[in-house]
């Protein structure tokens, strides 16, 4: 398999899947697409990951179901009550890209630390696999941000992967605690600088370095968030390109 050697990262705010007037089938976005075009390949091969839902069952069928009309192979990784592949280390690094779904950001992590995932992970990401994930799928590849793992209430998290040396904020847009809170733990240290999306926004990084943001919503921003060195933060809108339906 021929990978670019670029290592790349989307991390998206939201709006990965947009319910369609079905009853429970969802349909990938433009940002997935993005995604998926990042490998260079014809037919991409796809690992849907679903720690931070516990692995779900009924989540994992909805998000194969929307990518049934795709050129594109789908697998997925679980590890409750085992790993579902007899070599998870072998499964990761054979994807193109993995998408990592919301949840618990908290727990996601642990498990994988737990299971040797996290070491996977980079070792992929450094070899070309694209990552990238939604919420908790994007907090996971930076240093932290907020997240509601441990209760209704945002705290401020700050055990990441550290791929990313940067703060990140998800739903930007839609849950207004999360905006200040983010710009508060950037300002007193506790989290560093870093970048944030709104819904049906993704930040594209390639290697450390922010690229550019893209989204499927044209009302959709985000992010530069910066100390101003007396002990504020600045927070500059970065615009996203639109992606084409």
Known sequence: MRRSGQSHILAIGGGSFRQTRRLGVVEASGL?????????????????????????????LKMYGAFRSWDVEVSHLTVFPMPNVEDPREWILDQDVIYVS??????????????????????????????????????????????????????????????????????????????????????????????????????????????QAVTVDPAGSAYRLERDGEGRVKEFRVEPRLLTP
């Open 32 to 60: 997935l697409r993005y995604a998926l075009d990042l490998t260079g390949q014809d037919r991409p091969k796809l690992g849907l990951v679903a720690t931070a839902m516990g692995d779900d069952a009924p989540w994992l």
């Open 102 to 211: 919301g949840g618990s950001v908290a727990n996601l992590v642990a498990l994988w630390r737990l299971h040797g995932l996290d070491e996977a992970f980079e070792e992929a990401w450094r070899s070309g696999v694209v990552l990238s994930g939604q919420s908790a799928g994007a907090l996971c590849w930076h240093v932290g941000g907020n997240t509601d793992s441990f209760g209704p209430d945002l705290r401020v998290w700050a055990e990441g992967l550290a791929f990313l040396p940067f703060s990140c904020g998800v739903h930007y847009n839609s849950e207004p605690q999360r905006r200040r809170l983010l710009q508060a733990s950037v300002a007193s240290g506790e989290l560093p600088e870093g970048y944030a999306a709104d819904e049906g926004v993704g930040l594209h990084y390639v290697g450390q370095e922010f690229i």
